[in-house]
């Protein structure tokens, strides 16, 4: 339904769209630096993201994980002088890949996982049929129509649900530097930008009809135990029928009150397919939003796994 994210995998980059819309995919980042005892990020900090986007028109996976292979070849001597000598079949030693450390959290919602952002400061939970990717990036390039927006810390559910769209998304959810000190402001902001970029083309023009809802007032707790002011916003989202259909979506942000910027969580979801999250989810998934206790931080490396 949607599009565009930075990389699951060190250096791989896809520019697939999300139902016919373009973005950057994948990059293997784990996001923002937020102030220590809070998850607000002076800004996204993606471990060494690209550094020029790519075009929504390409619409193509680029794999920059490159497993350089050497080749070995022994040479069977003959055990006489005037023969010649043979060679060894060529064979191709395995790459072992060893992914780097990340911090986790335990989630709060029974049944569900977490997601957690850079050094675990902040966290969210998704239910069982989400597919968390914390060390990804995702989010849609600003174009001259729309204001484009990054996230980090990502989730994603639905993938491939539209067959005219290989590489399509039902929804996702991450958590963006939004750069106004208001909750309420920010959460208004995060869920406009979002929308507006997601729902039409880059360079417009703009069809998608965007219904905001009234900021709901409610609280985010930092890792310190110390509630601060967080404000809800929803929106409704119609487009005009595409490949995939009629498009229906829900955007919900919280944006909590940190200083200078807010880190926004944004959970967004199309509504005309099975799988995706209605209102009361997306509700759900953005109240487990927190900041997690040092003492609930745990450093894990993945399994290593063998490219052949």
């Not at 530097?177 to 729902?199: C, G, I």
Request: hydrophobic share 35%.
């Amino acid at each position: 339904m949607f599009g565009k994210k930075r990389r699951d995998s060190p250096g791989y980059e896809d520019n697939a769209a999300l139902d016919g819309f373009g973005g950057y995919q994948p990059s293997d980042s784990s996001g923002y630096t937020p102030a220590p005892e809070t998850p607000a990020p002076a800004e996204p900090e993606p471990q060494k993201p690209a550094k020029q986007p790519m075009s929504r028109s390409g619409r193509r996976a680029m794999f920059g994980f490159f497993a350089t292979i050497g080749v070995i070849a022994v040479a069977a001597l003959s055990n006489t002088s005037d023969r010649s000598s043979d060679s060894a079949p060529t064979t191709r030693a395995p790459v072992v890949y060893t992914p780097s450390p990340r911090v986790v959290a335990p989630p709060v919602t029974e049944g569900w996982q977490s997601v957690a952002g850079k050094d675990g400061v902040y966290a969210y939970d998704v239910p069982p049929n989400w597919t968390p990717k914390p060390g990804t990036i995702h989010g849609w390039e600003k174009g001259t129509q729309v204001p484009g927006i990054t996230m980090v810390a990502s989730a994603f559910v639905g993938e491939g649900y539209c067959p005219q769209e290989k590489r399509s998304r039902l929804g996702g959810a991450g958590v963006a530097n939004v750069k106004v000190s208001d909750p309420a402001a920010a959460a208004r902001k995060a869920v406009d930008d979002l929308a507006v970029s997601a729902y039409n083309p880059e360079n417009g023009p703009l069809t998608a009809k965007i219904t905001p809802e009234p900021p709901q007032t409610t609280e985010f707790t930092l890792g310190t135990g110390k509630k601060v002011p967080a404000s809800i916003v929803l929106a409704e989202v119609v487009t005009p029928p595409g490949a995939c259909g009629a498009q229906r979506a829900l955007v919900g942000v919280i944006a909590p009150e940190l200083g200078d910027a807010s880190a926004a969580l944004a959970v967004y979801s199309g509504q005309d397919a099975p799988g995706g999250a209605d209102r009361e989810l997306i509700l759900k998934i953005l109240k487990t939003y927190r900041g997690v206790p040092e003492a609930d931080r745990k450093t894990i490396t993945p399994p290593p796994s063998t490219l052949r």
